[in-house]
């Protein structure tokens, strides 16, 4: 077990368990029972939409603004990664991308450090991140901050919207440390 080898599990509105993890630039590792609340049935699934699920890492599932089952990951490594967003649809029991992009992109020259949306007291989601240059984590720089009322649409402390994917040019950096 590594600490860079997350595992998390959810369970959705029908009941079925999804599990994902041990995956640190790995091909992605996800699991979905075939009968509802029950671990025994755990069943491997290779691919979840089957693009961009060969180099993942930090898997995280969350609840969306509706009640709605989400996937977030990095595809790529240190210092040259994009976060995805999965959303699960029960009727079919397919997974598709929440957004049509990744939200974070380094543009081939860094990786965003963040850390899972939180819904606050005002019902947005609220997200902080880390720019990282190399995998040594002496190249961190620039805190930056994004907020978003359906995970879809982001924008920055002041209101201003947010083009997809954010990158460092175009995010609002909160600290900006060298």
């Given at each position: 077990?590594d600490?860079?080898?997350y595992l998390t599990?959810?369970?959705?509105?029908?009941?079925y368990?999804?599990?994902?993890?041990?995956?640190?630039v790995?091909p992605?590792?996800?699991?979905?029972s075939?009968?509802?609340?029950?671990?025994t049935s755990?069943?491997?699934?290779?691919w979840?939409v089957?693009s961009?699920?060969?180099?993942?890492?930090?898997?995280?599932?969350?609840?969306?603004?509706?009640?709605?089952l989400?996937?977030?990951?990095?595809?790529?490594?240190?210092?040259?990664?994009?976060?995805?967003?999965?959303v699960?649809?029960?009727?079919k029991?397919?997974w598709?991308?929440?957004?049509?992009?990744?939200l974070l992109?380094?543009?081939?020259?860094m990786?965003?450090?963040?850390r899972?949306?939180?819904?606050?007291?005002?019902?947005r989601y609220?997200?902080?991140?880390?720019w990282?240059?190399?995998?040594?984590?002496?190249?961190?720089?620039d805190?930056?901050?994004?907020?978003?009322?359906?995970l879809?649409?982001?924008?920055?402390?002041a209101?201003?919207?947010?083009?997809?994917?954010i990158?460092?040019?175009?995010?609002?950096?909160?600290?900006p440390?060298p």
């Open positions: 077990w600490s860079h080898n599990m959810a369970v959705d509105r029908d009941g368990l999804h599990l994902a993890g041990n995956m640190h790995d992605l590792v996800y699991f979905r075939s009968n509802p609340l029950d671990a755990f069943e491997r699934i290779d979840m089957g961009e699920e060969s180099r993942c890492t930090y898997p995280r599932f969350m609840t969306g603004p509706t009640g709605e989400v996937f977030r990951y990095r595809h790529g490594s240190s210092g040259n990664g994009v976060d995805f967003y999965n699960y649809d029960p009727d029991r397919e598709r991308r929440l957004l049509d992009k990744p992109d380094g543009q081939g020259k990786n965003a450090y963040a899972m949306p939180q819904l606050g007291p005002d019902g609220h997200m902080i991140w880390m990282r240059d190399t995998p040594d984590c002496a190249t961190n720089h805190i930056s901050y994004a907020c978003s009322s359906d879809i649409n982001w924008e920055t402390s209101g201003n919207p947010l083009a997809l994917p990158t460092l040019r175009t995010g609002e950096i909160v600290d440390v």
